[in-house]
T-cell receptor, first 114, second 115 residues
Framework: NAGVTQTPKFRVLKTGQSMTLLCAQD?????MYWYRQDPGMGLRLIHY???????AKGEVPDGYNVSRLKKQNFLLGLESAAPSQTSVYFC?????????????FGAGTRLSVL | AQTVTQSQPEMSVQEAETVTLSCTYD???????LFWYKQPPSRQMILVIR??????QNATENRFSVNFQKAAKSFSLKISDSQLGDAAMYFC????????????FGTGTRLTIIP
């Protein structure tokens, strides 16, 4: 039972480089989310998706793009990485309908931008 | 906008004792959900317990229980018979019931278990 899987687990980028974080879930969840976690702060929502082909902005969307081409995958892209994007990134997913309030999380990706 | 406040950055408890972690929140909504998530050193966020605001009865999951005071906007987590495996960061989170998908998190409380 894999649940929510994030790749890679660690990554170091230079300022200006681009990369894509992959999130995959095998629970047939409709909703998927990307959060970032910074020291001394709780998780903050970057973008989310309420179904295949849909995306929406969260609390801190600037500098990120997302795509949900397949129901099981949710990609987070950084087009031109900045040091301020050094963080731990978490993907989560949930069912739609009455149980959509329970989010299941991946193990996180630690990203450092130098 | 909703806010969640955890005023205890760190807590410690002797193994087998009971500890209570505090959480307060601010909202103008009447229907919402509250959660406690555990984040061990592995970083995995694990749901501990949840509470629906319309339910007066406090949620319980084995050794974990909450004290939900809706009027006071307080949602504390009690861990009974603390175990070494309970050591982790604990996050309180809020979610509106009216379609907003956002989970709003507090800043967390680091719980240490003393053997």
């Amino acid at each position: 039972n894999a649940g929510v899987t994030q790749t890679p687990k660690f990554r170091v980028l230079k300022t200006g480089q681009s990369m894509t974080l992959l999130c995959a879930q095998d629970m047939n969840h409709e909703y998927m989310y990307w959060y970032r976690q910074d020291p001394g702060m709780g998780l903050r929502l970057i973008h989310y998706s309420v179904g295949e082909g849909t995306t929406a902005k969260g609390e801190v969307p600037d500098g990120y793009n997302v795509s949900r081409l397949k129901k099981q995958n949710f990609l987070l892209g950084l087009e031109s990485a900045a040091p301020s994007q050094t963080s731990v990134y978490f993907c989560a997913s949930s069912y739609g309908g009455v149980d959509k309030n329970i989010q299941y999380f991946g193990a996180g990706t630690r990203l450092s931008v130098l | 906008a909703q806010t969640v406040t955890q005023s205890q950055p760190e807590m410690s408890v002797q193994e087998a004792e009971t500890v209570t972690l505090s959480c307060t929140y601010d909202t103008s909504e009447s229907d919402y959900y509250l959660f406690w998530y555990k984040q061990p050193p592995s970083r995995q966020m694990i749901l501990v317990i949840r509470q629906e605001a319309y339910k007066q009865q406090n949620a319980t999951e084995n050794r974990f229980s909450v004290n939900f005071q809706k009027a006071a906007k307080s949602f504390s987590l009690k861990i009974s018979d603390s175990q070494l495996g309970d050591a982790a960061m604990y996050f309180c989170a809020y979610r509106s019931a009216t379609g907003n998908e956002k989970l709003t998190f507090g800043t967390g409380t680091r719980l240490t278990i003393i053997p």
